[in-house]
């Protein structure tokens, strides 16, 4: 059983490009959340998604990022225009069930804004 | 917004020194989780708190969550190198959404 698979791990953009990042949750796990990191931080919360709806957006700021989980396919979290201080490890992670159950993350991507 | 903190932020050890880190709710939770990320790695799950004055132990790790439902603390016992990374607290009011991350406490242990 596969675990959490994001991608890329990587990802390199300059200033004004769309960042595209990929999460396939564990089989079986229809809950998504997205949580960015910052170097020597903690991890924020940005969104949480179930099959076709967005649950709960507050993280997320409400310029350039949005994020989808289409009934067939990964989740994307899209960044649009991407600016510097968007550089972050963002991390998915998913659980099989509502409310705040144990979560499963995955490797994360790495984005770095030139 | 609901705040987590979490005490010390960085701590230093000898192998076979204890650890503890704790961690601060500025509301109450339904439950609280703790996590470990190794330096490059993701979050991986260690266990989950529910009830009040709850304690469970895994091997050298004994986790604590506070009678106010408040507070938790992460005893490591006999610290060894494998124990590196930073650990973080989690929780959740309860209203079936979020987890809230502590700010981490990083530790480095040296032989």
């Known amino acids: 059983n596969a675990g959490v698979m994001q991608n890329p791990r990587h990802l390199v953009r300059r200033r004004g490009q769309e960042a595209r990042l990929r999460c396939s949750p564990m089989?079986?796990?229809?809950?998504v959340y997205w949580y960015r990191q910052l170097p020597e931080e903690g991890l924020k919360f940005m969104v949480y998604?179930?099959?076709?709806?967005?649950?709960?957006e507050s993280g997320m700021p409400k310029e350039r990022f949005s994020a989808e989980f289409p009934k067939e396919g990964p989740s994307i979290l899209r960044i649009q225009q991407v600016v510097r201080g968007d550089s972050a490890a963002y991390f998915c992670?998913?659980?099989?069930?509502?409310?705040?159950?144990?979560?499963?993350f995955g490797s994360g991507t790495q984005l770095s804004v030139l | 917004g609901q705040q987590v903190m979490q005490i010390p932020q960085y701590q230093h050890v000898q192998e076979g020194e204890d650890f503890t880190t704790y961690c601060n709710s500025s509301?109450?939770?339904?439950?609280i989780q703790w996590y470990k990320q190794r330096p490059g790695g993701h979050p991986v799950f260690l266990i989950q708190?529910?009830?009040?004055?709850e304690v469970k132990k895994q091997k050298r790790l004994t986790f604590q969550f506070g009678e106010a439902k408040k507070n938790s603390s992460l005893h490591i016992t006999a610290t060894q190198t494998t124990d590196v990374g930073t650990y973080f607290c989690?929780?959740?009011?309860?209203?079936?959404?979020?987890?809230?991350f502590g700010t981490g406490t990083r530790l480095q242990v040296t032989l």
């Open positions: 998604l179930q099959k076709e709806n967005i649950i709960d």
């Open positions: 989690a929780g959740d009011t309860g209203t079936a959404s979020k987890l809230t």
């Open positions: 089989k079986g796990h229809s809950h």
């Open positions: 992670a998913s659980s099989p069930r509502p409310g705040n159950e144990k979560l499963f």
């Open positions: 509301t109450t939770l339904s439950n």
């Open positions: 708190l529910v009830k009040s004055g």
